[in-house]
């Protein structure tokens, strides 16, 4: 889904450099998402790649440019005579609102049941009543394939089962962007496939704007309607998967591609 001249970018990342001391790990980033559009993003360890989902979460903070999501800015705020400012918390909290992201490690409350880790953040978050609370989570969680699993405690599901909780406790929030950072690595090869059914059906079912970090080629290929290559926090190379993946113009990415081939 290109993102034409006209359309608003749900997602966009205007001159982002992000350092680590002396290393730079984002370098004066340009990139804009389109609403609905599906962005897989690929590289090599160290590219950047996680990066950008955790300053798009703002579980980083930046070093230069600005980031901006649904036409309004992550990172800075209208101060006084309408001079842009460092965003407070407030207003990173409100633009946040729009952000889901689902981690590597599934991160759940190991004493509460699936359902109560789907209900935690609407109600104390949100601040949605409990009945309402209950009932989105039921649903969520019927959504990812769990619908008989609600008073199950992570103990007592798989690693995929935990991390489909995972994605239903950031559905719960109605993002409108999810942002899914190596969810299959924490898995058993047997396991992933039923982690990367639930992504696709919601790419198939919901309006939902995804940027994925993977290492898992072929769903990136099937799944994508982007790919991007990142290499020394920049992009080095974007396009169609099909683009990417049986025509690289670059030599980085054909090397890349190569490697994980062989790996595999």
Do not use: W
């Not at 935690?120 to 949100?126: F, G, I, K, S």
């Not at 991390?163 to 190596?182: G, H, S, T, Y």
């Not at 919901?206 to 898992?216: A, S």
């Amino acid at each position: 889904m290109p993102l034409s001249d006209a359309a608003q970018p749900l997602v966009s990342f205007k001159d982002v450099t992000k350092r680590y001391g002396n290393f730079t790990v984002l370098d004066n980033l340009n990139l804009d998402v389109a609403p609905g559009e599906k962005v897989a993003i690929i590289g090599p360890s160290g590219s950047g790649k996680s990066t950008l989902l955790r300053v798009l979460m703002t579980l980083e903070g930046i070093d230069e440019g600005q980031i901006y999501v649904d036409g309004e800015s992550l990172t800075h705020m209208p101060g006084r005579g309408g001079l842009l400012v460092p965003a407070n918390d407030r207003h990173i909290r409100k633009v946040r609102g729009k952000i889901g992201m689902v981690f590597q490690s599934f991160n759940l409350f190991p004493h509460m049941t699936a359902l109560q880790n789907v209900i935690e953040a609407p109600v104390h978050v949100l601040g949605m009543n409990a009945k309402q609370a209950r009932e989105r989570a039921a649903d969520l969680l019927e959504l990812v394939g769990l619908g008989a699993k609600l008073e199950h405690y992570p103990s007592q599901l798989s690693g995929g089962q935990q991390q489909r909780v995972a994605i239903a406790r950031a559905l719960a929030m109605r993002p409108k962007v999810m942002l899914f950072d190596e969810v299959t690595s924490a898995l058993d090869p047997e396991l992933c496939g039923e982690v990367l059914n639930v992504i696709r059906k919601l790419g198939a079912e919901h309006k939902l704007t995804m940027l994925m970090v993977t290492h898992q080629m072929g769903f990136a290929r099937e799944f994508a309607d982007r790919v991007c290559f990142f290499y020394k926090g920049q992009i080095h190379e974007q396009g169609s998967p099909s683009q990417i993946f049986e025509n690289p113009q670059q030599e980085r990415t054909c090397a890349f591609l190569s490697a994980v081939k062989e790996a595999n």
